[in-house]
């Protein structure tokens, strides 16, 4: 099996892009990427796309094809794949890319990841995110994302005694380190009061403890790790990819404090990389909520099951803490495009692993990692990078 | 790069079936294929699900861990992943679930592909099939997919004299293949005439010249190729997987008469696995339309281009011709389930290498040939399969 490295970036902004269509944000990702890599479009051998609902948001299907097409890449007939797996579709994409330069069939590729979200109304939005859980089981009897995580961080306070203040430190850190990040949706500081005072969606999470949808894009190139020198002096090498699966609906789930895809992928991912949880000093995880980023950071193995809260009320997932979590600002700030979500989580962990993260740079990052969920964790996605190619 | 095989074939029935949800469906063909692989869920290393549009038919997106949960399979977390592209969306999925077993992550793959349309009316379900085509340039002026075809059509028939009764024998044929197969949609024979006197849909093409879109599922479980034998006596070997796309409007393209997409996926496809197309015996073509199956007969290397209405016209693509096209049916015969049509073309691929096609084999066909395209052929996928590992 050939290894696997990333020598390319690209990222839109996030937020309500009113401007730019889904075509128009994916190229302009890609092109970035493309850009960043050196190298030209005729280099390229597959994309492979994550986008989660552009049949309902924007009535079209096809979208691999599609653009490629729009990249100019039509005319070069190069194989283009949609990935879908929910929130986790750009993550899955990037497994998928993955697979593709892996097996030797193509060398250079393109996993990307889009969303255009704002071309309907926010109500009708959140309820077209709704079909990430099940159907028939739960979103027609109104179990909306909000309303399951809602029950995930009741189950979670019960249990462990998660407090409300906790999960508003994850906002709260997530919006700080947003400031410094110019592709986030919310580039502003907020206070634990603030959160604290903003309306309940779902009790016990607020407003302020909700990721928004939000428009954009992202892409990486990666090619065969052999020839990554060759493009590039800072390649990023994948020590590992893995995905795990379980019920779509909550009351299928042996317990609803921890997400099983997320401990089955991130085992297997460690496993492969071999390495344990505490060499990880940067990680992008989902926090659509506040309360996913804590039952993530437990999950993943970085702090014990219930003690998540804990942790980051005491500064430890801040950047300098035991292990800077997103440090992009998360989904809660930069703003939540299902399909883009798990190739910008990919593209930060790059940018903090080169060094060039800026004013949010985690010092001394040896080791990242990239962390997706699709629902409430019927899919999950661990990737972990390196400058070492082991 | 690992060789991949087939070792376990399922097909539900296609055509409006009414009591059951896309969910029973994907189930019902994933335990026919595993059951033929006699092997157990628990052996199941990945799945990659081909899906067009669940988000629109049914709300439902997350596809793959749905059918991963539903398949009982939830528990053990495996790896599920769909895949999209528009009508060729089983055709890319099992691309994709060929590079997951060539690159050695995965072992035993389940590829599948599911779609449920009757649950919303026809009239609709044409509208949400357009969007497999350029919804900015196409579909909102009225450009379905049987106007675009017959604009295909109309240039085929100027261009190479192809007539609509020409046109009427693909129909005539398929339906004839499908009396005897038990998983179609229509299973009587229609005749010249009958097609002939059908009404217009969009001038050249008529009702009897469509295939309809259906309910169905397939699924195909697949294998390191060196691991074959300890499962199966009559292993069916993936020699070739290829994936090309193309513009998706028909405006952009070179010539409408041709398909650059197949072209080019037929031009891979029989580079690696070092055959010709003459070497080919049996094919299941994308037959969409009936003038489809013409240009992809002259695309894959049959025939010349302009001689594939004429060639059918001869029974050169009957059962017992030059090359069998469609002994299943088609997709005019089979009804078209865009997610399921690209694995139900490699199920009968499998059953005619086999022998086990009954009254509708194939004699001696020792190469067979699955090829697949999303809306006009803004992707093409071709796999060629043989009984012999090389």
Redesign the interface.
């Known amino acids: ?1 050939r290894k696997v490295a990333v020598i390319g970036v690209g990222c839109t902004k996030f937020g309500e892009i009113w401007e730019k ?1 889904l ?1 128009d944000l994916a190229v302009e990702a890609g092109v970035k990427a493309i850009e960043d890599a050196g190298i030209s479009g005729e280099e390229i051998d ?1 994309l492979f796309g994550g986008n ?2 552009a ?2 948001f ?9 653009i ?2 729009y990249s100019g ?2 005319s070069l ?10 929130d986790a579709s750009g993550g ?1 994409a990037l ?2 890319a993955v ?2 330069v ?4 193509y060398d250079v590729v393109v996993a990307a990841g889009v969303e255009k979200v704002t071309d309907v109304d926010a109500e009708r939005a959140e309820e ?1 995110l709704a ?6 089981w739960e ?1 027609i009897y109104g179990g909306t994302l909000p309303a399951l995580f809602a029950q995930i961080a009741r189950a979670h306070m019960r249990a462990y005694g998660t407090t409300e203040e906790q999960l508003a430190n994850v906002a709260v850190k997530n919006h700080r380190n947003a400031v410094h990040n110019e592709i986030a949706q919310y580039r502003r500081e907020i206070s634990v009061d603030a959160v604290l005072k903003s309306p309940y969606v779902a009790e016990p999470l607020k407003v302020l403890d909700c990721s928004t949808p939000a428009d954009g894009a992202a892409a990486l190139v990666l090619c065969d790790a052999e020839k990554a020198r060759s493009y590039t002096d800072s390649p990023i090498y994948i020590l590992a990819s ?8 909550l009351h ?1 789930r042996r317990d609803i404090t921890t997400m ?2 997320t401990v ?2 991130a085992r297997k991912a460690f496993k492969a990389a071999r390495i344990e949880p505490s060499q990880v000093k940067v990680a992008e995880v989902h926090d659509i909520y506040t309360i996913s980023e804590i039952v993530s950071i437990e999950d993943l193995g970085f702090f014990k099951k219930g003690e998540g809260g804990k942790a980051t009320e005491e500064g430890e997932t801040e950047i300098g803490g035991k292990v800077a979590v997103n440090p992009s600002g998360g989904l809660k700030a930069c703003g939540h495009p299902p399909g883009a979500t798990g190739i910008r989580q990919a593209v930060e962990i790059v940018l903090q692993l080169r060094g060039e993260a800026g004013k949010r740079q985690v010092p001394n990052a040896e080791i990242g990692i990239s962390h997706n969920i ?2 409430t964790g ?2 999950a996605v661990v990737h972990i990078f390196s400058p070492s190619p082991s």
């Open positions: 099996m269509s075509r597959a989660m609902s049949g309902r924007v009535e079209q299907e096809h979208v691999g094809a599609l490629a097409d890449l039509a007939h190069i194989p283009a794949v949609r990935v879908e797996a929910a899955v497994h998928n697979l593709a892996a097996s030797g069939f077209l079909s990430s859980v099940d159907r028939e979103a893995s995905l795990a699966s379980d019920s779509l609906s299928d099983d895809a089955e992928a699709g629902g019927g899919t």
